[in-house]
């Protein structure tokens, strides 16, 4: 089939497919997109699990998902769940001496403000904490009446966030921080790591699984207005 | 391989940034997505100035990041300012050489790499190169992949600062160098999410 058929194909553009196959969730109609690394139109069509590639430059297409909507929502929900294990257990204590130092996840951002610098610490938080927690919560709000084949209101624009949050939640990174943290002081005192730290490295792996897992053209196709 | 390789723009169709909802540039020229909102541009608007400029900027904030301490350790009366090559260096010395080789390379090598290759692929464009477009591609999605690794340090400063309070023993302060540092993160993918790689493919459908 060329580009030029599948253009002219009902969905060929994109457009809403109909809801009314209903036992099929996910299920979507072969598409045409354009490769977001050099625009080369191509149809994606493939078995859910599968990625296309894009023939020209080797980015990924698309990916198919299986469970489009019940994968990303039960990963959102476990992961609200890890956030507030994360937040209200200590995270780090340094034993040194007769001296005990307890942290929360949060007490280096509250630090670094009491310093004075409040773009880093405002940076940290937002990496760290605030966009990943909003991605959750705008998942869960978008997903959940998705899921009852309703729309949210608002629904549009904050997937739209969303989507354009999703380079600046880090916390992967900041396990990494974390380590570094630990073996440099680890010859001056005795670190305990707390429940959060767990915590945490379980929330970098739900909250990449929901992203993951997520199939945002499909996901657009049921929030459009038009349809 | 067929004919020709067909891209949107060549058929006149805009792909829109936020939701890939393939739109027809003459409806395209009311400016807003008509599924997600967003607004509809067939390349992203000043793509090469504003990288320019933002990579620029991150360039003049690399050396202050380099040069002043990223934390000042108070202790037992001695104040000892550590800037990041300080601290790759005390983690050779004091054995754990892997953790020297994360931070070089995401604090030091990662930020470098990345201004590098961006102004690269710019110059590229600019002067019209042909040469492998698919490999310019793939430079531009890892400096997309890896440039979000050059944060560890100014997570680590937090950390430390947070836990290393113990009064007059001992204390960590985070020193200039962690802002400018932390700005050189953000300016650097800031430039690399403004630089539109179509570009490079761009010139060669326009010359053949
Ligand atoms: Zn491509």
Redesign the interface.
Known sequence: MS??HD?QSPHG??RPFDGRSASAQCDAPKR???C??????AGVAGEPGSTSLCP????VLYRRKRNCIDRPLAFSFCGLVLFAIALTNPF?A?K??G?V?E?TLL??????WK?H?Y??GG??LL??VGIPLLQLVGLIYILVPLRMRLRAPGA??I??II??LQ??A?ME??L??????L???A??AS?IPGVAVMALGLLTFVITAAMTTLD??LI?ER????R | MSAKPTSAKSLGLVSCHDCRLLVPAAQAGHGRCPRCGAGLHARKPNSIARAWALLLAAAIMYVPANVLPMTVTSALGTVQADTIMSGVIYFIHSGSWEIAAVIFIASIFVPLAKLAILIFLLVSVQLRWRWRPKDRTVLYRMTELVGRWSMVDVYVVTILVALVKLGAVASIEAGPAAVFFATVVVLTMLAAESFDPRIIWDVIEEDS
């Not at chain 1, 020209?56 to 980015?59: K, L, T, Y």
């Not at chain 1, 007490?107 to 670094?112: K, N, P, Q, S, V």
């Not at chain 1, 990494?176 to 943290?181: E, F, M, Q, R, T």
């Not at chain 1, 929030?223 to 038009?226: I, K, W, Y």
């Open positions: 580009i030029e253009l553009l994109g045409v997109l354009a977001p690394n050099c625009d080369l139109l020209r430059c080797g980015a780090l340094m040194s001496g001296f130092q942290t007490t280096g951002i509250i630090e670094l310093q610098l773009g880093l940076l940290v990496t760290c549009v624009p997937f739209r989507h354009h380079a600046w880090m990174v900041f990494i921080g974390i380590l570094v943290a073996v440099k002081l010859k001056m670190i945002p053209p657009w929030l459009d207005p038009r």
